[in-house]
């Protein structure tokens, strides 16, 4: 058996994606701003992805715009944002968990004279709203805050914050990195208060490579990419249309079944964890004080630290059974550097390097869960002697 329990790193494209792809690339592959009626295909196809996308989100289709994944949209958000609104300011607030296309994007921008503030979060990977509150600055320009942190399922009060953030400063915009989030919640921006959102492809059964933004019509940004004037001079470079029409497919599709589906990765998660919590010395990262069964977190996420075990030989020793996880994010994984989300959180030290991220998808079965849980158990105390030996 072949256990894929990595999908908040990337998931399975649906068929589906894949088939109407494959028509756009070897039928309707025409370029979307040429003025012949092959153009004209292609222009169908992004506006069926834009009106899909709109109507999920509940907003203007002219608010969509595409790019090459989130961590381009979470760069066009702040740094367009940023220098599009300078002269309001150069204050940023983000938090200490943030994916690293947010946390990078803003270390470049304070060696650019930017000042940023980290907000701290409490052991479950939440901020605080009073600290948020007393972060806002008249200079402030925009907070970004993530929707599902991608390695612990922690989920910030985004609503709640952006209420906030409208309430300290009209002014000041409200980016939501939502790449874990979208098509696991429904997410309403402007309902919400958010000014700016982010999602990508690859993360909910679309293809990699293809990302979206969602920027109010009030919003003024800064094109960070010149060219040919594409998507109203805001990402100017030929429309990825395949990439852009299997986004919307793969959002379609999910949001269609969303309450059976979301219903189903909790169903998933409970069960995982009340097996995981047969093992001695570990500890389930992220759940909420009286919440054992993970109903406050992502429905899809499960972060593991195995007292004992260095995360990386168990990653290992689970692949020899075709059993996929990560030991943390993704876009980190082949980085020594212990976790900024862990240590964020407050995680033992001897812990920090004994952390594995389960993550699951609309594919997952209980019997790969049954699979899973019986090498772990094997496994696990297996390691450990191993560990004490050495």
Do not use: W
Not at 95 to 104: D, F, R, S, Y
Not at 145 to 159: D, F, R, S
Not at 319 to 341: F, H, L, M, N, W
Not at 359 to 373: A, G, H, M, P
């Amino acid at each position: 058996m072949e256990v894929y329990l990595d999908n908040s790193a990337t998931t399975r494209v649906f068929p589906e994606v894949a088939e109407l792809m494959t028509k756009i690339m070897c039928v309707d592959y025409g370029n979307p701003s040429s003025l012949h009626m092959k153009g004209v295909e292609a222009e169908q196809y992004l506006r069926y992805a834009k009106e899909t996308l709109a109507r999920i989100l509940k907003v203007n289709e002219k608010e969509i715009y595409f790019t090459s994944g989130g961590t381009e949209s979470d760069n066009m958000a702040i740094m367009g944002c940023a220098f599009g609104n300078n002269r309001r300011g150069r204050h940023l607030i983000t938090t200490q968990i943030e994916h690293p296309a947010v946390l990078n994007t803003m270390r470049h921008m304070e060696s650019i004279g930017y000042r940023v503030t980290y907000l701290p979060v409490n052991a479950y990977g939440q901020i605080s709203l009073e600290e948020l509150q007393r972060q806002i600055r008249p200079d402030t320009v925009l907070v970004s805050v993530m929707h599902t942190n991608n390695e612990i399922g922690a989920l910030q009060p985004v609503a709640e914050a952006g209420a906030l953030i409208k309430r300290m400063n009209p002014n000041t915009l409200f980016h939501v990195d939502a790449v874990q989030g979208f098509g696991k919640a429904k997410i309403y921006p402007k309902k919400m208060g958010i000014d700016l959102l982010s999602a990508s492809g690859h993360k909910i059964h679309g293809p990699k490579g293809i990302g979206l933004l969602y920027a109010g019509d009030k919003v003024k940004m800064q094109p960070l990419l010149y060219g040919g004037g594409q998507q109203m001079n805001m990402r100017s470079g030929t429309d990825n249309v395949p990439g852009a029409a299997g986004l919307a497919k793969a959002a379609e599709l999910l949001y269609a079944h969303y309450d059976d589906d979301v219903m189903r990765l909790y169903q998933c998660k409970r069960y995982f964890m009340e097996g995981i919590r047969k093992l001695e010395g570990i500890r389930i990262n992220g759940l909420l004080p009286g919440k054992n069964d993970g109903a406050d977190t992502a429905p899809h996420i499960v972060s593991v630290s195995f007292e004992g075990v260095r995360s990386e030989v168990l990653l290992h020793a689970l692949e020899e059974d075709k059993i996929y996880v990560s030991a943390g994010s993704a876009c980190a994984a082949r980085k020594p550097q212990p976790s900024a989300t862990l240590k964020a959180i407050g995680i033992d030290r001897n812990l920090l390097e004994s952390t594995i991220r389960f993550s699951f998808s609309v594919y997952t079965t209980k019997e790969e869960l049954d699979y899973t849980l019986r090498a772990l158990y094997d496994k696990i105390p297996m390691l450990r002697k191993y560990t004490r030996r050495s």
